[in-house]
């Protein structure tokens, strides 16, 4: 069996895979990656399903070594990464053998980073999935965060995959620096057009307080003159509540099922990965477009990136940028 | 000021909850007869899917209905969602009921002697009257199955602690406002305790790592301490009898 070594580890470091599906009307949390959109092109480049496990990262990497020769990319953003000194690119495939050490530095412009190795990591799924619940201490590796000294099952690489020539992002991952485009929500009528324009005025500094669960966000305060507290309902990614302190919190990858706080409007799809990516400190700008938009935005991104992961299999290389889309 | 337009709402209703999710909303309140017509929801969607619906969550008054918009478009699943409510029946027969046996107080019911000074009752009466009524699962959420409980006697009815505790193992069986909880997995809670159940409502190691399901009822049983060493070891051996009845 291949085994990842963890050396190093940065202090937010998890397995991830595409998440958990079908389990949360038994209040268990989808999980899955912050942006799903590197994690299925990370896992695209060495050749594995997208939804595979791989490794997910806060702002730092760590160091690595393997037991067998695998096949590495690192994506997210762009991040300092070399294997025995020598630097290598972002968005790209390489080998790795055993002896050789990997490095992940510091994101620079992104907050989360993923390391997807041939084979995929093979932690025992729980409940369907490996995805690390943190809060519930399920799936990954013990449900916790990773560590040094750690050390991950991984699936087999075959020699011809290892043979075959690099897959390359030819243009990495550009996002528009656009507003934060968001749907009403379903309590958007608890806030009135005051507290409305408000929130569309904005702007919102990305708060320090963050983490898998949530996004906490700084700036005007928002008053539901309806009421902030409701009877609980269910919870999607991207859902922004805003609870009595009028402060908004978005909801992220690893969210509880259902929550009692009015929620004024929900991320689209399609800017979620921008949101999660967004660094500590800086300031966005909601802009409100109806369902039909998100959706139309959500099914071109969608194959938008299908054509992008196909194109990587055919050894053309790729070229994406999510700024350029409608 | 602006009336909002919360003020005017009329249920059913149907609301984006984003681009890959639609809410089913009956009402906002709290209520048995709610919350069945949700749980009917779900189960006939369950039982003659809608092409596109990827998983649904019921909760006390609304039905969270996540779609593929690559599939369906949430303005024609709202329709079909609207006809659909209008055809189901809700059918009470076939509900079924997990009897919970309790060790009541010990460490794991820390409250249970100053609750029943709260109340102004022995705490045998607290048990009795904890243990004689029927409980129905609301809905499931907050963690992996958590069940929120309707049907806790008036009397017991107690507000939450200012301030949360910060780990309350799986098992105990606490009282929450109006509601009655069996925790599922350890957490911070600031519900009030009265005692532990050997049973595992949640294990993910189980075949069926979960217990109860939105609709289900639940009554507690009062077991000694003998009977509780006895449980344990049978959950210990992966072997707990577990007890249904007909609802």
């Known amino acids: ?326 | 000021m602006t009336v909002p337009d919360h003020a005017h709402l009329t249920y059913p209703r149907i609301a984006a909850s984003g681009d890959r999710a639609v809410v089913v909303e009956l009402s906002d309140q709290i209520c048995d007869e709610t919350n069945r017509r949700v749980v009917a929801l779900a189960a006939a969607l369950d039982a003659d899917p809608i092409d596109g619906i990827v998983e649904t969550v019921p909760t006390y008054r609304s039905l969270l209905v996540c779609y593929d918009p690559l599939i369906v478009r949430g303005r024609d699943l709202s329709i079909r969602l609207l006809e659909r409510l209008s055809t189901i029946r809700i059918d009470a027969a076939g509900s079924r009921r997990l009897v919970v046996p309790v060790l009541y107080g010990g460490d794991a019911g820390m409250d249970l002697s100053e609750l029943a000074e709260m109340k102004d009752m022995s705490v045998r009466d607290l048990v009795a009257l904890h243990g004689s009524a029927d409980y129905r699962v609301h809905m499931i959420g907050f963690a992996p199955g958590f069940a929120y409980l309707g049907g806790l006697p008036e009397k017991l009815h107690t507000p939450r602690l200012p301030a949360p505790r910060q780990r309350i193992e799986a098992s105990v069986i606490g009282i929450g406002g109006k509601q009655a909880s069996i925790n599922s997995v350890p957490g911070p809670s600031g519900w009030r305790f009265i005692g532990r159940t050997p049973i595992r409502v949640f294990d993910p190691a189980r075949k069926d790592p979960f217990l109860l399901r939105a609709g289900d009822h639940v009554r507690f049983r009062a077991i000694e301490a003998d009977e509780a060493a006895a449980l344990d070891a049978a959950v210990a051996d992966g072997a707990p009898p577990i007890e249904w009845e007909e609802a």
């Open chain 1, 1 to 326: 069996m291949t085994r990842l070594i963890v050396k190093q580890a940065g202090p937010m470091m998890s397995v991830q895979d595409r998440g958990r599906s079908g389990l949360l009307q038994m209040g268990v949390s989808g999980c899955g990656p912050m942006d799903v959109t590197a994690m299925r092109i990370a896992n695209r480049l060495v050749g594995n399903d997208e939804g595979d496990a791989l490794i997910e990262f806060a702002h730092v990497g760590g160091q690595f070594e393997v037991s067998e020769p695998v096949l590495l990319a690192v994506t997210g953003g762009a991040v300092s990464v070399t294997i025995d000194g020598t630097p290598v690119a972002t968005w790209e495939s390489y080998r790795l053998d055993p002896g050789q050490t990997l490095r992940i530095g510091a994101l620079t412009n992104a907050v989360w980073g993923y390391l997807a190795l041939s084979g995929g990591i093979r932690t025992e799924p729980v409940l369907g999935a490996r995805s690390t619940h943190l809060r519930s201490a399920i799936g990954g590796l013990e449900g916790r965060r990773l560590s040094a000294g750690d050390v991950l099952p991984l699936g087999a690489t075959q020699e011809t995959a290892l043979a075959a020539p690099r897959k390359i992002l030819r243009k990495p991952l550009s996002r528009s620096a656009g507003p934060i485009r968001v749907i009403e929500g379903p309590q958007a009528g608890h806030f009135d057009e005051a507290a409305w324009q408000q929130f569309l005025r904005g702007p919102f500094t990305v708060s320090a307080s963050r983490d898998r669960m949530a996004q906490m966000l700084d700036g005007p305060k928002i008053t539901a003159a309806a009421g902030h507290d409701v009877v609980s309902d269910g919870t999607v990614m991207g859902s922004i509540q805003v609870p009595a302190s009028g402060r908004p919190i978005v909801l992220m990858a690893e969210r509880q099922t259902s929550g009692g706080y009015a929620k004024i409007a929900t991320v689209a799809s399609v800017d979620l990965p921008r949101l999660a990516q967004a660094l500590t400190g800086c300031q966005i700008r909601f802009k409100r477009v109806s369902r039909d938009h998100a959706e139309d935005l959500w099914i071109a991104h969608t194959r938008a990136l299908d054509e992008v992961l196909t194109s990587l299999d055919h050894g053309a290389g790729a070229t994406m940028s999510e700024g350029g889309m409608p």
